[in-house]
C-alpha cells in the first residue's frame, strides 16, 4: 500500500442527508466499520428536500459535499435519496474521492429479495418524480414491473419524532391504502428517514410484503469501494482505533442532539451548528 493511501485511509468519511434521516444510514456504517471516523452533515436548516426543484436539490447537495470536503474527508456518502435522485449524473464524475449513494444499493437489495418481480417504491416527491429507481430496477431485470407512490408528509412526520402516533398511520394508510392493487411483494423505503416509520408502515400493510430499508446495503458497498479503493482503515497491531463522530447541523444544534438521539438510541454530545451558505 502506498504511503499516501495510508495516510489517505486515517481519514474520515463523509456523510450527508437533508436533516437527519441519514443517521439511518450512519447507524449502519458504524455497525459495520466501527473503526472508521464518521463526519454527518444534517441539512436541518434547510430541510426538505423532497419538495423543492432538482435545480435546487442540485445547488443544496454540492453545498453540502464542498462542506464535508473542508473536513479533509476520504469518501462521501450521499444519505439522502432525494440528493442521489436529483444530483447523481452530476456528483459521481466531479470530485476526488469516491461518492457512494443509496439508490442503487436499495435497487440491487429489492431485486434479490421479490419473488414475483413486482417492486413498490415510496420517496419524497422529487425521489418518485425523477424515476430513478424505476431506471435502476429495470436495468437490473427487465421483468420487473414497477409503481412508485410520493409521500410528501412521511418527512415532516419523522421530523417531529411522530414515528408511531395514530395520525401517523392515518397518514400511511391514506398513501398507501391502494398499494396492494397493484400486487407488489417488496417495497423500497426509498427515503432516509422512512425506516424510522417501518413498524408503522408494516402494520399497515400487513405482513404479505417485505420492506426493504437500504441503509445495511449502503454500508456494506461503502465497505466494498474502501476496499477497492485500499481506503479501508486497518489498525496499526494491538492499537485499535475506535471511530469518533462528528456531527454538524445548519440549525438549532439542541433540537438536532435531541431527536438524533432518538434516531441513534444514544446521546449525541458533539454538534456544531454551521452556515452551509459559506460553501
Ligand atoms: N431523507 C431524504 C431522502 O432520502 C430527504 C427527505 C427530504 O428532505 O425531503 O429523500
Given at each position: 500500500?502506498?504511503?499516501?493511501h495510508?495516510?489517505d485511509?486515517?481519514?474520515?468519511?463523509g456523510?450527508f442527508?437533508?436533516?437527519?434521516g441519514?443517521?439511518?444510514?450512519?447507524?449502519?456504517?458504524?455497525k459495520?466499520?466501527?473503526?472508521?471516523d464518521?463526519?454527518y452533515?444534517?441539512?436541518?436548516?434547510?430541510?426538505?428536500?423532497?419538495?423543492?426543484?432538482?435545480?435546487?436539490?442540485i445547488?443544496y447537495?454540492?453545498?453540502?459535499?464542498?462542506f464535508?470536503?473542508?473536513?479533509?474527508?476520504?469518501?462521501?456518502?450521499?444519505a439522502?435519496?432525494?440528493?442521489?435522485?436529483?444530483?447523481?449524473?452530476?456528483?459521481?464524475e466531479?470530485?476526488?474521492v469516491?461518492?457512494?449513494e443509496v439508490?442503487?444499493?436499495?435497487?440491487?437489495?429489492?431485486?434479490?429479495?421479490t419473488?414475483n418481480?413486482s417492486?413498490?417504491?415510496?420517496?419524497?416527491s422529487?425521489?418518485?418524480?425523477?424515476?430513478?429507481?424505476?431506471?435502476?430496477?429495470k436495468?437490473i431485470?427487465p421483468?420487473?414491473?414497477?409503481?412508485?407512490?410520493?409521500?410528501?408528509?412521511?418527512?415532516?412526520?419523522?421530523?417531529?419524532?411522530?414515528?408511531d402516533k395514530?395520525?401517523?398511520?392515518?397518514?400511511?394508510?391514506?398513501?398507501?391504502?391502494?398499494?396492494?392493487c397493484s400486487?407488489?411483494?417488496?417495497?423500497?423505503?426509498?427515503?432516509?428517514?422512512?425506516?424510522?416509520?417501518?413498524s408503522?408502515?408494516?402494520?399497515?400493510l400487513?405482513?404479505?410484503?417485505n420492506?426493504?430499508?437500504?441503509?445495511?446495503?449502503?454500508?456494506?458497498e461503502?465497505?466494498?469501494?474502501?476496499?477497492?479503493?485500499n481506503?479501508l482503515?486497518?489498525?496499526?497491531?494491538d492499537?485499535?482505533?475506535?471511530?469518533?463522530?462528528?456531527?454538524?447541523?445548519?440549525?438549532?444544534?439542541?433540537?438536532?442532539?435531541?431527536l438524533?438521539?432518538?434516531?441513534?438510541g444514544?446521546?449525541?454530545?458533539?454538534?456544531?451548528?454551521?452556515?452551509i451558505?459559506?460553501?
Open positions: 500500500m502506498h504511503d499516501a495510508q495516510n485511509s486515517k481519514k474520515a468519511i456523510i442527508d437533508s436533516g437527519l441519514g443517521l439511518t444510514v450512519l447507524k449502519e456504517i458504524a459495520l466499520l466501527p473503526g472508521e464518521l463526519v452533515f444534517g441539512d436541518s436548516g434547510r430541510t426538505p428536500y423532497g419538495t423543492k426543484s432538482k435545480d435546487t436539490v445547488r447537495t454540492q453545498q453540502d459535499i464542498n464535508l470536503l473542508s473536513q479533509n474527508v476520504k469518501m462521501i456518502v450521499i439522502c435519496n432525494t440528493a442521489s435522485a436529483c444530483s447523481l449524473d452530476i456528483v459521481s466531479k470530485y476526488h469516491p461518492v457512494v439508490v442503487g444499493p436499495g435497487s440491487r437489495a429489492a431485486s434479490r429479495v419473488k418481480n417492486i413498490a417504491v415510496i420517496g419524497t422529487a425521489t418518485i418524480s425523477s424515476h430513478v429507481y424505476e431506471k435502476a430496477l436495468k431485470n421483468a420487473i414491473t414497477y409503481v412508485g407512490k410520493a409521500c410528501p408528509l412521511f418527512v415532516p412526520l419523522v421530523e417531529e419524532g411522530w414515528w395514530k395520525i401517523t398511520e392515518d397518514v400511511i394508510a391514506e398513501y398507501l391504502g391502494n398499494l396492494k400486487n407488489p411483494d417488496t417495497l423500497i423505503l426509498g427515503c432516509t428517514h422512512y425506516p424510522l416509520l417501518q408503522a408502515i408494516a402494520k399497515v400487513g405482513p404479505d410484503i420492506l426493504v430499508n437500504s441503509a445495511g446495503a449502503v454500508a456494506a461503502v465497505k466494498e469501494v474502501l476496499i477497492k479503493e481506503l482503515r486497518i489498525s496499526d497491531g492499537n485499535i482505533h475506535h471511530g469518533r463522530v462528528s456531527y454538524f447541523t445548519s440549525d438549532s444544534v439542541e433540537k438536532f442532539a435531541s438524533g438521539s432518538m434516531f441513534l444514544k446521546e449525541l454530545d458533539n454538534v456544531t451548528k454551521i452556515d451558505d459559506a460553501y
